[in-house]
């Protein structure tokens, strides 16, 4: 019997052994992202709070300090995921009041894939970890997914839809299921320690079943942004240690910056706006009222470090830290929404112009930080935790804009511990590192057409520390208020509408913010 004739070009390709679907020699890539954490609120950064994780990636890495955000979070992450500029992507604004205006919608428009999916094309395994806050807000409950870090780019996830939560109970999903929390807070529940264990189960998992595939982590905290909710003993480890005051704070804070170089010797120091307190025009009891909640606020990010630092941990274990670029970033400045005197609820901000009452705060002062909290502290730490910039988040001024960036890549960064000041915005993380991955801009991705980058990469900064400044203009805008950066000049409004009407008294009678 005769035999069909054999396609030869069938055959060949028969013979030729299948693609690999990702390159195994490519870097992994972790963006991590703090919120509300301000300019000096790191050790690495000048800070007296210990982040002895953190610090240790900027002795490996590259800190930046010069790197600007857009004063306030969901705008932030859209540029960091998009490499465009928010308005461009809907996100104008938070998602929790979307309306039919292009720049406010609140979801993504076609062509403008995030990162996730372009290296999800590549190969890497992709999730994301945290705090999410970019889908409209009735949308939240049973979709639709398309703004969920699934329907854009991450093949799993675990976090929090909203933009804060409950640390203690927080209202978590896993991938497009709402779920309870593992266990309760007085089995020691807390979601940072929830967090970077699905972190490090997830990298295992990974690396018993694809040991060579990179992976793409995206790993958003809920801290420091309020409520400022921690174990105690990571509080009470800074008893009387923020006793001297805001004012002391700035002014040691800032003496730390220049010895680093974070700041230059001729840098000068913002001056207190009369509307913030003076901390020796502080009564005894509120002294002691409002260093108890920076005490919080302080082990709060402690701890948050400790649980960063597992995550690292994991990676270097794995035998994958040599080759993992890292980013390390916050989404805003310091937060200054607990008013002049802070407060053990701070939702009542949300929902009360009424003036606080110290009594009642100073009656709950033992609560602070704890399941029966839900605390933020005085604006005047949040002054001392953007030095040595005026304001804080939602303003366009620098203490709302300029954050810390730390980028890590022991295989391939030859000066580590170093400092950059070159000037660069949160549109240019998604492309430098697609950059030091070797991955070119796509013109499409999923067959659609895309928009173009507003982002720069800055690798070469990363490389030469002479290099000059990647981008010489960016524009802000945040609730109202506006600015523009060219060449070095910064041109700032101020129109910041988002006050209680006891701050609006305070505020808006100053010359200080006549003069802004």
Request: charged fraction near 25%.
């Amino acid at each position: 019997m005769n035999e069909p004739p054999i396609d030869l070009a069938l055959r060949d390709n028969a013979a030729r052994p299948a693609p690999d679907p990702y390159r195994s020699d490519a870097p992994n890539v972790v963006v991590i992202v703090l919120d509300d954490l301000g300019f000096a609120q790191l050790g690495c950064y000048g800070s007296s709070i210990d982040t002895p994780n953190i610090d240790r990636l900027a002795g490996r890495g590259v800190r930046f300090t010069n790197f600007h955000t857009t004063a306030v979070c969901s705008p932030t992450r859209a540029c960091l995921l998009t490499g465009r500029n928010h308005h461009r992507v809907g996100m104008g604004m938070l998602p929790d009041l979307p309306v039919n205006f292009p720049a406010y919608t609140g979801q993504f428009p076609d062509g403008a894939a995030t990162i996730a999916e372009i290296l999800r094309d590549e190969g890497y395994a992709t999730t994301a970890i945290g705090k999410w806050h970019l889908v409209p807000r009735d949308q939240r409950a049973t979709g639709p997914y398309r703004m969920w870090p699934t329907g854009v780019g991450f093949d799993r996830y675990y976090g929090f839809l909203n933009g804060e939560t409950n640390q203690w109970t927080p209202n978590l999903v896993r991938d497009q299921q709402h779920v309870e929390p593992p266990a309760s807070p007085d089995e020691g529940y807390h979601l940072d320690a929830d967090l970077a264990d699905e972190a490090i189960q997830q990298l295992r998992e990974l690396h018993l079943h694809q040991p060579d595939r990179p992976f793409f982590l995206w790993y958003a905290t809920g801290s420091p942004h309020a409520p400022h909710q921690a174990p105690p003993e990571w509080i009470d480890r800074y008893r009387g240690r923020f006793d001297g005051g805001w004012d002391v704070a700035r002014e040691e804070t800032f003496a730390r910056q220049r010895e680093l170089g974070v700041v230059p010797d001729d840098a000068v120091l913002s001056e207190r706006p009369p509307w913030v307190e003076a901390w020796t025009d502080v009564a005894p009891d509120r002294q002691r009222l409002y260093a108890r909640m920076m005490e919080v606020f302080a082990g709060f990010l402690s701890h948050t470090d400790h649980h960063i630092g597992r995550v690292l941990d994991e990676i270097e274990s794995l035998g994958q830290g040599d080759n993992t670029i890292v980013a390390l970033v916050s989404d805003n400045g310091a937060s200054a929404e607990g008013g002049p005197n802070g407060s053990w609820n701070q939702m009542r901000h949300y929902v009360s112009d009424e003036a606080d009452d110290i009594d009642e705060e100073l009656d709950h002062l033992d609560d602070l930080g704890g399941f029966r909290s839900s605390g933020h502290y005085p604006w005047g730490w949040a002054l001392a935790g953007n030095t040595p910039f005026r304001r804080w988040k939602r303003y366009t001024l620098e203490g709302g804009v300029r954050d810390p960036l730390i980028i890590s890549w022991p295989d391939r960064l030859s000066s580590p511990g170093s400092i950059r000041h070159q000037y660069t915005h949160a549109v240019d993380l998604p492309m430098t590192l697609l950059d030091l991955a070797g991955i070119p801009l796509p013109e499409r991705v999923g067959g659609v057409e895309q928009l173009s980058f507003d982002g720069v990469s800055i690798a070469e900064v990363l490389h030469d520390p002479d290099r000059a400044h990647p981008r010489t203009e960016q524009y802000y805008e945040c609730w109202g208020s506006r600015a523009y950066y060219a060449d070095g000049w910064k041109a700032v409004t101020n129109h910041v509408n988002q006050l209680t009407m006891v701050e609006r008294e305070l505020v808006e009678g100053s010359d200080d913010f006549a003069q802004d």
